[in-house]
């Protein structure tokens, strides 16, 4: 009795180890918007973090987080790092590239609860006297994070905060309040 338990329990656990093997290396969360407000005003709340507090899904999370700023106020160079709860944890995020008024990319890394690195793109096209946004965030998959797919992807972790991000976004540079 006790060997059909271990073998059992060996197959289940060869089993998950199997379909976590068959998760993907890499994730992509993408999502878009339309805002009624100027392509450099758009631009610019991206491209300051000292801004993002008014737009950011995860800064009313947690109300006593600590961020600090180093380096430029905006731009290739400006560095947000983050303290908070367990909702957001801890990270910091580098702008690599800012192409006014196209593309800011930025180095996002996640500190606690657990450690990660990915990319995170905005891309921003005029379209008539509103603004297109793209928010794209690409990395790659460890272990650990292959065991997390095997019960929820990181478009539905992350895909709402995306898109309530982009809300508060718009809201932001249209002059509409915030909720």
């Not at 709340?45 to 737009?55: A, I, L, R, S, Y």
């Not at 603004?131 to 709402?160: A, E, I, L």
Request: proline share 6%; hydrophobic share 40%.
């Amino acid at each position: 009795m006790l060997a059909k338990i271990c073998v059992v329990t060996g197959a289940v656990v060869a089993g998950f180890l199997l379909l976590v093997a068959m998760q993907p290396d890499g994730y992509r969360v993408q999502r878009s918007a339309k805002l009624a407000a100027p392509l450099s005003t758009v631009f610019e709340h991206v491209n300051d973090f000292h801004k993002w507090e008014g737009w950011s899904p995860w800064a009313k999370l947690d109300p006593a987080m600590k961020t600090t700023f180093e380096g430029p106020t905006q731009g290739k160079g400006a560095i947000y790092h983050w303290v908070g709860n367990s909702d957001v944890g801890e990270g910091r995020m580098t702008i690599l590239e800012s192409t006014p008024p196209s593309k800011i990319l930025i180095k996002l890394e996640f500190m606690k609860p657990f450690e990660s690195l990915c990319e995170t793109t905005f891309t921003f096209a005029p379209d008539g006297t509103k603004t297109d946004v793209s928010w794209d965030m690409t990395g790659s998959n460890n272990f650990m994070s292959k065991v997390m797919q095997v019960f929820v992807s990181m478009d539905k972790m992350v895909g709402g905060d995306f898109e309530k991000g982009l809300e508060n976004l718009k809201r932001a540079t249209e002059g509409t309040p915030s909720k």
